[in-house]
């Protein structure tokens, strides 16, 4: 589910109170403000975030549990949502990674927001430098939207990120790149094996006396006035997001 609720006014740029989601049948709720008056793409919660936060969040996409205990990085973080979600689920250190210096502070009032600080923390980094300064290799790699431009390096930067028996989920908009084509899957392929995860009949309102069905949610989702302008401008959508399962064998 997803729902707006009063902001505690202790910023000075203009925002939007923070959106909540319910994960695992509304059990857990995750809080993320967004800036909205930043230029950076990432200051915002896109749709293939929103997509990946619902699956991991139903038991026919991953068992309770699944993530406990684990590792994870979220690359190409923004608001730090996915992250978030998946700390909120059970890991027990996730590291929070972007290039735009700006959506640090962001991060890392989410993670307060959230209550996580304790296991979650924000870092500055480029996937295109040596990955090795986040720590050791990670149990789960998450990235949504991070081939939107293409992706240049990526690929490497997720084989070595990720532990050998861990897996990567990459969710995305296509936008000109063909998945088995482009440089950067090309890349991925040969480290990784991939599983598609279809959406058909996800929902996005995980309580159980209000179930969502996907295109609903959508519509709304973007009846808020600054994402129906997204919306119209044909910047999201639900219907053509792909979601990949990237296993990294056990060597």
């Not at 997803?2 to 000075?12: E, F, G, L």
């Not at 619902?54 to 549990?65: A, H, K, N, R, V």
């Not at 969502?212 to 519509?219: M, R, T, V, Y």
Request: aromatic share 8%.
């Amino acid at each position: 589910m997803i729902k707006t609720t009063n902001a505690p006014n202790n910023r000075q740029r203009p925002i939007r109170p923070p959106t909540e989601i319910a994960l695992v049948s509304g059990q857990t709720i995750i809080k993320i403000s967004e800036d909205y008056k930043q230029d950076t793409l990432g200051s915002t919660i896109w749709s293939s975030a929103i997509i990946l936060c619902c699956m991991i969040s139903q038991l026919d996409y991953f068992p309770y549990g699944s993530f406990k205990g684990k590792r994870v990085l979220d690359l190409g973080s923004g608001t730090g949502v996915m992250g978030l979600a998946l700390a909120l689920l059970g890991a027990k250190e996730v590291v929070l990674a972007d290039n735009e210096s700006s959506l640090i502070q962001v991060m890392r009032e989410n993670i307060e927001l959230n209550g996580v600080s304790d296991r979650v923390r924000a870092v500055l980094f480029d996937w295109t430098l040596d990955p090795q300064v986040l720590g050791s290799p990670f149990d789960i790699v998450v990235a949504c939207d991070c081939i939107y431009y293409g992706g240049d390096g990526l690929g490497s930067c997720l084989a070595q990120c990720c532990n050998a028996g861990g897996y990567v989920l990459l969710a995305y908009e296509p936008r000109g790149q063909v998945w088995g084509e482009c440089d950067c899957s090309l890349e991925m392929m040969k480290t990784f094996q991939v599983r598609s995860l279809e959406i058909d009949g996800l929902t996005c309102n995980t309580r159980p006396d209000d179930p969502c069905p996907i295109n609903s949610f959508w519509h709304k989702w973007t009846s808020h006035p600054v994402n129906l302008r997204y919306r119209k401008e044909g910047h999201m959508t639900f219907d053509r997001i792909k979601v990949l399962k990237l296993v990294k064998d056990i060597d």
